[in-house]
C-alpha cells in the first residue's frame, strides 16, 4: 500500500547550521509533495511543496528536492533559527485525472530543535 | 478570510460512548479530509469528502463514519470509542478535485479537536 518513510524521527541542529529531512514513497503514481511544519500545540501549516514535473524548488532559507527515479525527496533549511524548532512532515499524494485519491499520506515527523 | 474553523476544541467521553466532531471548512473549498493525530504516530489519513460524497478512506474501522453537508461543513462521527482513539482530530480543507491538476490543491487544516477517552 502507499507509504511515506520519514528521517530521521530527531534532529538537534546549532543555530546557523544547516538541517535536512529526507523522505521516501511507495506510490510511483505520486504526483504532489508538500512539507508542512507544526509548532507545539499549533495546526500544521504548509511550508513548502513541489509537483513532480519540478526538481528542485527553494523559498528563502528552504528548499526541496525531488529525486523521482529514486522516490526520494528532501527538506533542506539553511541558516537554522531558533523559531524554525517544530515538528516537520512531508507527505506525498496522487492528484491526477482518474487515479486522484484526494488524500495525502504523511510521514511521521521529524522533530528538529535547534540550539541557540 | 476564516481559515478552517474546528469544534469542539477538546472533548472527553467515556469507552463505549459516541464522539462527533464538527469541521467548516474555507470558503470557497469543497474538499474537507479528517486525519487523526495520535501522540508519536503522524497525521493518519481518515476520510475525504468532496462535493458532498466520500471520495475516500482510510485503514479505520467502519465506527469511523461522517458526512459532509450542502454547506461543505463535515462531521466526524466515532462510535463504540476505545481508550486508542484519544488523539487530536484534525480537519483540512482545499479547493476541489476538479482543481487538483491545476495544482490549486493545497490543504489547510484547522486547529483541531482533542479527543480524550476514559
Known amino acids: 500500500g502507499e507509504n511515506v518513510e520519514q528521517h530521521p524521527s530527531t534532529l538537534s541542529v546549532q543555530e546557523g547550521d544547516s538541517a535536512v529531512i529526507k523522505c521516501t514513497y511507495s506510490?510511483?503514481?505520486?504526483?504532489?509533495f508538500p512539507w508542512y511544519k507544526q509548532e507545539l500545540g499549533k495546526r500544521p501549516q504548509l511550508i513548502i511543496d513541489i509537483r513532480s514535473n519540478v526538481g528542485e524548488k527553494k523559498d528563502q532559507r528552504i528548499a526541496v528536492t525531488l529525486n523521482k527515479t529514486a522516490k526520494h525527496f528532501s527538506l533542506h533549511i539553511t541558516e537554522t533559527q531558533p523559531e524554525d524548532s517544530a515538528v516537520y512532515f512531508c507527505a506525498a499524494s496522487n492528484r491526477r485525472g482518474s487515479s486522484n485519491t484526494g488524500k495525502l499520506i504523511f510521514g511521521q515527523g521529524t522533530t528538529l530543535q535547534v540550539k541557540p | 478570510e476564516a481559515g478552517v474553523t474546528q469544534s469542539p476544541t477538546h472533548l472527553i467521553k467515556t469507552r463505549g460512548q459516541q464522539a462527533t466532531l464538527r469541521c467548516s471548512p474555507i470558503s470557497g473549498h469543497t474538499s474537507v479530509y479528517w486525519y487523526q493525530q495520535a501522540l508519536g504516530l503522524g497525521l493518519q489519513f481518515l476520510l475525504w469528502?468532496?462535493?458532498?460524497?466520500?471520495?475516500n478512506r482510510g485503514n479505520f474501522p467502519p465506527r469511523f463514519s461522517g458526512r459532509q453537508f450542502p454547506n461543505y461543513s463535515s462531521e466526524l462521527n466515532v462510535n463504540a470509542l476505545e481508550l486508542e482513539d484519544s488523539a487530536l482530530y484534525l480537519c483540512a480543507s482545499s479547493l476541489g478535485r476538479t482543481f487538483f491538476s491545476s495544482g490549486a490543491n493545497v490543504l489547510t487544516f484547522g486547529a483541531g479537536s482533542r479527543l480524550t477517552v476514559l
Open positions: 506510490d510511483s503514481a505520486s504526483n504532489y
Open positions: 469528502y468532496d462535493e458532498g460524497e466520500e471520495r
